[in-house]
């Protein structure tokens, strides 16, 4: 089994700062990818931001120049950086690990999620 825990959702000020952290554990083999997606009432889950084993980054649209992600691969450990935060960022976010529990079983994980809520 794979156990993602999250931490670091708050209440923020608009133009306020959080940062998100990740930890997983369990039985990985390998790790494709870790990344954080967001989910606003009433709306569909959407990708923020992921890194892949390579180094790659990806962010949405609405993420870049503001949210940074970083990775501590030992420890299977993905942060999310944000700042400048309006209140269309409030929703709850999800950490998500795309990764291989054996050599050929492979599937995406989550986290409980954490809420942000950025308001005045």
């Known amino acids: 089994q794979v156990h993602l825990v999250e931490s670091g959702g708050g209440l923020v000020q608009p133009g306020g700062s959080l940062k998100l952290s990740c930890v997983a554990s369990?039985?990985?083999?390998?790790?494709?990818?870790m990344g954080w997606y967001r989910q606003a009432p009433g709306k569909e889950r959407e990708l923020v931001a992921s890194?892949?084993?390579?180094?790659?980054?990806n962010y949405a649209d609405s993420a870049k120049g503001r949210f940074t992600i970083s990775r501590l691969d030992g420890a299977k450990t993905v942060y999310l950086q944000m700042d400048n935060l309006q209140p269309e960022d409030t929703a709850v976010y999800y950490c998500?690990?795309?990764?291989?529990?054996?050599?050929?079983?492979?599937?995406?994980?989550w986290g409980q999620g954490t809420q942000v809520t950025v308001s005045s």
């Open positions: 890194s892949n084993a390579g180094g790659g980054t």
């Open positions: 369990g039985s990985i083999f390998h790790v494709v990818a």
């Open positions: 998500n690990l795309r990764g291989y529990v054996t050599s050929s079983e492979w599937g995406d994980y």
